[in-house]
C-alpha cells in the first residue's frame, strides 16, 4: 500500500470515529460513567433508585441524607424526560430496585416556549409506562418541580405540569406525588434566594434540607 493510500485509508478510519462520537446522544458520556461505576462496585439490591436530572446529580450527600436507606442516585446532568426514557435500561432496571424516586420535567418546561405542561405530562406518562412494564409493582415517587429563582417567569408552566402529573398519578396504584413547592417559598410567596446556589437554580445545602426533611417520610423502608 503506497503512502498516499495509507494517509487516505487512515484519514477516513479517523474521519469515522470522530463522527460517530459526534452520533452519540445526549448525556451518553454520564451513562458510561455510572456503567464503569457499576463494573468496580455493583449497589446493593433492593435499594431506593433516585433519577432525573441535576437536582439529584448535585445531591452529592444523599445517602448520608438518608443513611437508614440503601440509596442508588442515577441523576445526570441537565436530563429531561426524553433521556430518562432514552436511558431507561441503563439507569433503572440493572438495579431492580425496591421503589423509585423521579425528579425531571423542569428542564423540558426551560428547554422550549413550545413545550405545553400536557406535553411533559405525556412524556411522564411514557416513562411510567416503561417502569410499568418491567417492574409492575415498584412504588413510584414524584417530586414535583421546584420553584427555582431562575425560572420564576415559567412559575405558571411548572404549577400546571405539577398538577397534570400529580391527577396523573392518583388514578396508579402505587405511586406518590409529593410538592416542595410551597416549602421552598417565602412569606412573599416567591423563592427564598437563600437555599439556592448563585445561579439561582441548583438548591445548596438549605434547599436539600427541605428536601430531606419532606422526602424522608415517603421512602420505603
Given at each position: ?117 400536557e406535553t411533559v405530562v405525556g412524556r411522564f406518562d411514557i416513562l411510567f409506562q416503561i ?56 412569606r412573599d410567596g416567591k423563592p427564598v434566594d437563600a437555599i439556592f446556589t448563585e445561579d ?22
Amino acid at each position: 500500500m503506497s503512502k498516499l493510500k495509507l494517509f487516505l485509508f487512515l484519514f477516513l478510519v479517523l474521519t469515522n470515529i470522530l463522527y460517530a462520537q459526534e452520533q452519540k446522544p445526549a448525556f451518553w458520556n454520564d451513562i458510561q460513567t455510572f456503567k464503569k461505576q457499576d463494573s468496580v462496585s455493583f449497589p446493593p439490591g433492593n435499594a431506593i433508585l433516585f433519577i432525573g436530572s441535576s437536582s439529584f446529580t448535585m445531591w452529592k450527600d444523599v445517602q448520608d441524607a438518608f443513611p437508614n436507606h440503601k440509596i442508588i442516585n442515577r441523576g445526570f446532568g441537565g436530563s429531561s424526560l426524553p433521556d430518562l426514557i432514552r436511558y431507561a435500561d441503563e439507569i433503572i432496571f440493572p438495579y431492580h430496585p425496591k421503589q423509585v424516586v423521579i425528579y425531571c420535567g423542569e428542564n423540558d418546561i426551560a428547554g422550549s416556549d413550545t413545550i405545553k405542561p400536557e406535553t411533559v405530562v405525556g412524556r411522564f406518562d411514557i416513562l411510567f409506562q416503561i417502569i410499568r412494564k418491567k417492574i409492575p409493582s415498584v412504588p413510584v415517587l414524584f417530586i414535583s418541580l421546584k420553584p427555582s429563582p431562575s425560572r420564576w417567569h415559567l412559575k405558571d408552566k411548572m404549577i400546571a405540569t405539577n398538577n397534570g402529573i400529580n391527577n396523573y398519578l392518583k388514578t396508579k396504584p402505587n405511586t406518590n406525588f409529593l410538592s416542595v413547592w410551597k416549602p421552598m417559598l417565602g412569606r412573599d410567596g416567591k423563592p427564598v434566594d437563600a437555599i439556592f446556589t448563585e445561579d439561582k437554580l441548583h438548591m445548596n445545602s438549605g434547599g436539600y434540607a427541605i428536601w430531606k426533611k419532606l422526602i424522608g417520610p415517603h421512602l420505603l423502608n
